[in-house]
């Protein structure tokens, strides 16, 4: 058996045995044992391959998709460099008759830009809510909220959303930025030393 990455999944039988009553229901004995069970497990194999191949098990599907800053509920167009966000998804399971919230603890987000500069592993609520927060890194272009989820046994998710983010407009940056401070002493120093320096020339005999 096989799922493609579209997720198709293909079961290659080698004979239709394998599915016949006679199969399902005989006999089994464990080799140099005397002990001789009178049904196999041959039909729970075949029932849970079979919902596994028609997508009654494994089978996930994501909803709800969301990303905003933090302590706001609107989604905005585009986010600014250093900006605190918020990011959640709900994923489910389908479990034959209806959807359940699907329980991990690896399913991860990349915030991606030619690679991910943000990679963080979602916590969930666990009714299938998964959710994170982060900082927008301080690097403005075209961002992507990617989530990737490949899980053995499971139909793969691919989730992807495009965001801008842009650099701080002028009237944005601080007045007075403190690291810049031993250069504005500097500065002020010298113009300091050069009226001193003039005063000296000038009225020097």
Known sequence: MVQARNNARVLISGSLKMFSDRF???????????????????????????????????????????????????????????????????????????????VADDVQLQFYMMSPLV????????????????????????FQFKLEYQKLGYTSLSLSKQIPVRPFRHNEFERFITATY????????????FFIFTLAHLYSK
Not at 185 to 191: Q, R
């Open 182 to 193: 031993p250069y504005y002493e500097a500065c002020f120093s010298m113009m300091a030393g």
């Open 24 to 102: 399902l229901s005989s006999g089994v004995q464990k080799a140099g044992s005397s002990t001789r069970y009178k049904k196999s497990g041959n039909e729970q194999f075949v029932t849970e391959l079979s919902r596994w191949i028609f997508h009654e098990r494994g089978h996930l599907k994501t909803v709800n998709m969301r990303h905003n800053k933090i302590e706001q509920a609107d989604e905005p167009s585009m986010y600014r460099i250093t900006d605190d966000l918020e990011y959640s998804v709900e994923i489910y399971e389908w479990s034959g008759k209806s959807w359940e919230p699907y």
């Open 119 to 142: 990679l963080k592993t979602l916590s969930t609520d666990k009714k299938g809510r998964y959710f994170t927060s982060f900082k927008v890194p301080d690097v403005y272009g075209v």
